[in-house]
């Protein structure tokens, strides 16, 4: 029986992310790509709102397609300690039965002054800033910041992967988690 995964998104490394997290864990697994709109700010600060954004934007998948075994939402935020800005990737992943869960992605500094131009509004999103100052065009659907910030190592899919895996943990361990 083929698993059904939709994913609130329709960038190419979420989805192969969330596709290699599932395969991981499932056989005969098929993840599509819905385009959703959370809403929100493009570049979520804070770790509510981002929460908030992976949740409706697997809410929103799950009903894109009526097939769907499960809703997938990964947003990709700004989280702060102290003065410093890290990049994380949150997943909420929900069955067609309501269960739920978060999950969270490696996180890594932002340098200062790219938060700066976002949190000023000079640009709308982490995306924007990269592009303009590398000369890159959507990095964030081909390998993201990521990428480049270590040299071809770990691409965006990879934090996504993560960050779905993480998520995952309550649906293989349900003797466990509920």
């Known amino acids: ?16 992310g969330v596709r290699r997290a599932f395969q991981a864990f499932f056989n005969n697994v098929d993840v599509k790509g819905c385009a959703v709109e959370t809403g929100l700010p493009p570049q979520p600060i804070g770790i509510e709102i981002t929460m908030r954004g992976a949740r409706i934007r697997a809410e929103k998948a799950l009903k894109c397609f009526s097939d769907c075994d499960f809703g997938v939402g990964v947003e990709a935020g700004f989280i702060s300690f102290g003065e410093v800005f890290y990049d994380v990737q949150v997943t909420y992943i929900v ?13 890594f500094p932002i340098p200062k002054k790219f938060a700066e131009l976002i ?54 361990n349900k003797d466990v988690y509920m």
């Open 95 to 107: 069955d067609r039965n309501g269960f739920a869960s978060y999950g969270f992605s490696p996180a």
């Open 1 to 16: 029986m083929e698993l059904r995964v939709c994913v609130g998104s329709k960038n190419p490394s979420k989805i192969e």
């Open 119 to 172: 949190i000023k509004g000079v640009f709308k999103e982490l995306e924007e800033v990269v592009d303009n100052f590398y000369g890159t065009k959507n990095i964030g659907e081909k390998g993201g910041f990521i990428k480049l910030l270590t040299k071809g190592v770990v691409r965006r899919e990879d934090l996504t992967y993560y960050s779905v895996i993480a998520a995952l943990i309550p649906f293989i």
